[in-house]
């Protein structure tokens, strides 16, 4: 970690000794290889499977890696986890591509309708997401399916069963998510966050079984700015800017086909600040979506959002740059913004759109989950309970309040106008008042 800028964020003691013996070992060869031929074979012995499909492109990954080996400083742990995570991405392709072939009417299904949330990071975006998922007509994507969206049981002994009951299964569920090994997998993953970085849930708290980011079904095409996020990858970053993203949104949409065929819903609910740069994918490839768009003050987004970020690049390397995550991340936050912001002026798009206040959505919920069941006759008593008790039950600030300051990443107000007045003088005028 990088001293020249004060800063509260610190790793474990445990986890920088952990490091520091094992980059010690490397002469030993205990260096964690990341090598796309190396990480394939791995996810085909893990899986006894072989094609990852005809629309498999390999230069995203190939560039990924890449930008891991050569930029982004991986503590040994950190490459370990990179690994560990990159053969899991590969293997659910694998999966999935089975699934495709052995039941074709999976991707025949018409996609639910869709209301997606894209509001920055750090806007409710999460609060409003685990709100409705308590309306039960909503199919959300749950944390453990998000990592692992297809199953990791024995595969053809599921689809062996699947092949005789999957036109009647009970209860609508093909798969029990109470029986399902997904689930300790992600209760396992979610305790090492805990142990590696405990700040974080402050910030974002995970729950295996609440709703997840849906970025994470794009990392399956390793285009999706999960990678930068997590690590420094600038030109994997700059790459994924120029590059047409119709692949991992087309491979998006067949997984939504078959966590729906898994386990049915009326619509999907979904959500990513990724979304903000690719709204006119999502027009594309999802007809029938409303557009959720939660506002916060840009002077508390974005530091909130660059504290994240931090947290995730200590878990990644032992050089983290809170002022070079800062200044990578204001830019790209002005970019995304200025794609959506784009987008939305383009004719017949504003209908496309419901806003949200994050500070009435923190005051007093109900109102503006009134503005979205506007688009589905009304906000009911009994929805109204149901959004209420989910609200008792997952208070605001849980997991601790979470602390932050520009000043830790070496930046002003200034930094942020200068790539964000675009959207505050949208906000502005969609307002008539600054938020």
Not at 63 to 83: C, Q, T, Y
Not at 123 to 142: F, I, M, N, W, Y
Not at 175 to 199: F, L, N, Q, W
Not at 302 to 315: A, D, E, K, R, V
């Amino acid at each position: 970690m990088k001293n020249n800028i004060r800063s509260n964020f610190q790793q474990p003691l445990w986890y920088r000794t952990l490091n520091n013996i094992w980059s010690i070992a490397y002469p030993l060869g205990t260096k964690i290889r990341l090598d796309k031929d190396y990480l394939i074979r791995r996810a085909r012995k893990t899986t006894g499977l072989k094609d990852l499909g005809s629309d498999f492109w390999e230069e995203p990954l190939d560039r990924m890696l890449v930008s891991m080996n050569d930029e982004a400083k991986l503590s040994p742990a950190g490459r370990f986890i990179s690994r560990e995570r990159l053969v899991n991405l590969l293997s659910i392709r694998l999966r999935a591509t089975e699934y495709f072939k052995r039941f074709p009417e999976i991707l025949e299904q018409e996609l639910y309708p869709a209301w997606i949330i894209v509001g920055l990071q750090r806007t409710g975006t999460t609060k409003l997401q685990r709100l409705l998922s308590a309306d039960p007509d909503h199919r959300v994507l749950l944390s453990w399916e998000a990592i692992n969206p297809v199953p990791t049981c024995d595969l053809q002994s599921t689809i062996d069963e699947l092949g005789q009951n999957h036109l009647n299964p009970p209860s609508g569920i093909r798969h029990p998510a109470s029986e399902d090994k997904r689930i300790k997998i992600a209760r396992t993953s979610v305790t090492a966050v805990k142990y590696i970085s405990p700040g974080f849930f402050a910030i974002h708290p995970l729950d295996p079984m609440l709703p997840e980011e849906d970025v994470l079904l794009l990392d399956i095409s390793f285009l999706s700015t999960t990678t930068e996020a997590m690590m420094d990858v600038p030109s994997y970053a700059s790459w994924l800017e120029s590059v047409d993203q119709t692949p991992a949104y087309s491979y998006y949409v067949k997984l939504l086909k078959l966590l729906q065929w898994f386990r049915p819903g009326k619509r999907w609910v979904l959500k990513s600040p990724h979304h903000l740069e690719f709204l006119h994918l999502i027009a594309k490839q999802m007809p029938d979506v409303k557009i959720i768009w939660p506002h916060r003050t840009i002077y508390e987004s974005i530091p909130s959002f660059l504290s994240m970020l931090t947290y995730n690049h200590m878990i990644f390397s032992d050089e983290a740059d809170p002022k070079q995550i800062a200044q990578r991340w204001i830019r790209k936050t002005g970019y995304a913004l200025g794609k959506a912001i784009d987008f939305r002026k383009q004719p017949d798009h504003e209908q496309l759109f419901i806003d949200i206040d994050y500070k009435e959505l923190v005051k007093d919920s109900m109102n503006e989950m009134q503005k979205i069941y506007h688009l589905n006759g009304g906000l009911t008593p009994e929805l109204k309970e149901r959004f209420l008790r989910h609200e008792q039950e997952h208070p605001h600030q849980k997991h601790g309040i979470h602390h932050y300051n520009l000043s830790d990443f070496g930046m002003n107000r200034g930094e942020i106008d200068r790539h964000t007045a675009h959207y505050q003088q949208f906000l502005s005028t969609l307002y008539a008042r600054t938020l």
